[in-house]
């Protein structure tokens, strides 16, 4: 399932003059409507399998088994996942991966047992680990370095706009038809990407990277865990950014685990309730996002990421002392706006400051390592729930994650900002290696 941080009309990042829109390249208007559609069906998911674990009794333990699922098969496959992006026809990787996905998600809808979900909850991310980098890696390809930050913040927007509608409709869904129906749906939009990897022409990899060695001898080299590590570390700035970031994720997405008893126990919303709050996210997250697609260069892009991080560590402690639902509600907006902000610049500098052959490991290596601080974080939520309880879970890690922020801005004192000239721009258009 693609990780998503959680109406109306959209207001898409703006075009300078004389730019040309984003939505002339053919490819593009195939993948950014299918790739939008799989997300309201992920949000539909993940929102019915939260409910489904806490209406079993599962307990913070249930929950955070469920989101130890989602992310440990992007943990263990990072460098396997990111060399087969890179070295692999992105066309066949996408198809296989995503056909897993189909197959996942239509067992999930079949079965209710907690060992049958877990499992195929795996599975499922098994096929997200390997598809997310290769989508990652193709847009570039696609639209080109110089509109990679256009097109990120799009699809940051677009998601935003795909959480409030799945959001909604999972309230409705699982209150209505239980929870095998939205996960049902899930899996017809994992058809519509599907389809639409068969129809893009655009494509990479399909040779293998290495040094001149196996070159010769016509071997792949090994894939290594760390390879995509190694890759963001020979960039200070980039490094910086995501080194403190792994933290910050660490410390607030302990909250994850005890969000559904916030809301369900102690405000005492319902199911419905539950799912249109995540939309309130989603409605800020789309402001955020386009605020952040203004961003010119690398320069403001860390400073709208430094403001977006310290606004989300400020709402998770105010929701943590929300005294009714409409407070909650308020507090989400904001916190909406700040994440979207976050990821709508972490995207282009990932991407634009990598050479184009090496940004399928990069971006599983990203994945990988903040899925490993998710996983650390669900121990740390069900512990602190257990003992401190929902609210105060939610106030802790608000604070200690501001704490990560400051600490953040005092590494970047004095630190380049400008893009590495080392950065090999992408060609635009169909072009598969061989």
Same mark, same amino acid.
């Given at each position: 399932m693609k990780q998503v941080l959680r109406k109306g009309f959209v207001r898409l990042p703006s075009r300078r003059p004389g730019r040309p829109s984003l939505w002339r390249h053919r490819d593009l208007r195939l993948v950014v409507p299918a790739r939008m559609l799989s997300f309201v069906g992920d949000t539909l998911a993940m929102i019915a399998l939260t409910l489904r674990v806490h209406d079993q009794g599962g307990g913070t333990v249930g929950i955070a =088994? =469920?989101? @130890? @699922?989602?992310? =440990?098969? !992007?943990? %263990?496959?990072?460098?396997?996942?990111?060399?087969?992006? &890179? +070295?692999? &026809? !992105? +066309? $066949? #990787? %996408?198809?296989? !991966? $995503?056909? #897993?996905?189909? =197959?996942?998600? $239509?067992? %999930?809808? %079949?079965? @209710?047992?907690?060992?049958p979900t877990y499992l195929l909850v795996v599975v499922l991310q098994c096929g997200q680990a390997v598809a997310g980098p290769t989508w990652g890696a193709l847009i570039p390809r696609i639209v080109g370095d110089d509109e990679v930050g256009r097109v990120l913040a799009l699809q940051q927007s677009l998601i935003a706009v795909t959480a409030v509608a799945g959001a909604a409709l999972a309230g409705l869904v699982v209150g209505a038809h239980g929870a095998a129906a939205a996960l049902l749906l899930d899996a017809a939009t994992f058809g519509g990407l599907l389809a639409a990897a068969a129809l893009v022409r655009t494509r990479r990899g399909g040779r293998p990277v290495g040094g001149p060695a196996d070159r010769i001898a016509g071997r792949p080299p090994r894939p290594r865990t760390l390879d995509g590590l190694r890759v963001l570390r020979r960039d200070r700035l980039v490094w910086l950014v995501f080194a403190w970031t792994v933290p910050f994720v660490i410390v607030l997405e302990a909250v994850n685990v005890v969000e559904v008893f916030l809301v369900r126990d102690d405000l005492g919303a319902s199911a419905t309730s539950y799912g249109v709050l995540q939309g309130f996210f989603g409605a800020g997250a789309v402001g955020g996002s386009w605020l952040a697609g203004r961003c010119g260069d690398d320069g403001e892009r860390v400073r709208a990421l430094l403001l977006g991080l310290g606004g989300t560590a400020v709402a998770i402690a105010l929701a943590g002392v929300s005294p009714t639902v409409a407070f909650l509600a308020a507090v989400l907006v904001v916190l909406g706006v700040s994440n979207g902000a976050v990821n709508a610049v972490l995207g282009p500098l990932y991407v634009v400051r990598t050479a184009e052959a090496q940004r399928g490991r990069v971006l599983a290596a990203v994945t990988g390592v903040s899925r490993t601080g998710s996983v650390l974080a669900l121990g740390l939520g069900g512990l602190a729930g257990g003992v401190l309880g929902a609210r105060q879970t939610f106030v802790v890690s608000g604070g200690l994650a501001l704490l990560v922020v400051v600490a953040l801005v005092w590494s970047l004192r004095g630190v380049e900002r400008t893009a590495p000239r080392e950065a090999v721009p992408s060609p635009v258009g169909p072009a598969l290696a061989t």
């Open positions: =088994l =469920l989101m @130890a @699922a989602f992310a =440990l098969p !992007s943990v %263990l496959m990072m460098g396997v996942a990111g060399a087969v992006a &890179d +070295r692999f &026809d !992105s +066309r $066949t #990787v %996408l198809l296989v !991966s $995503t056909a #897993v996905q189909v =197959l996942a998600c $239509t067992g %999930l809808a %079949l079965v @209710a047992g907690a060992g």
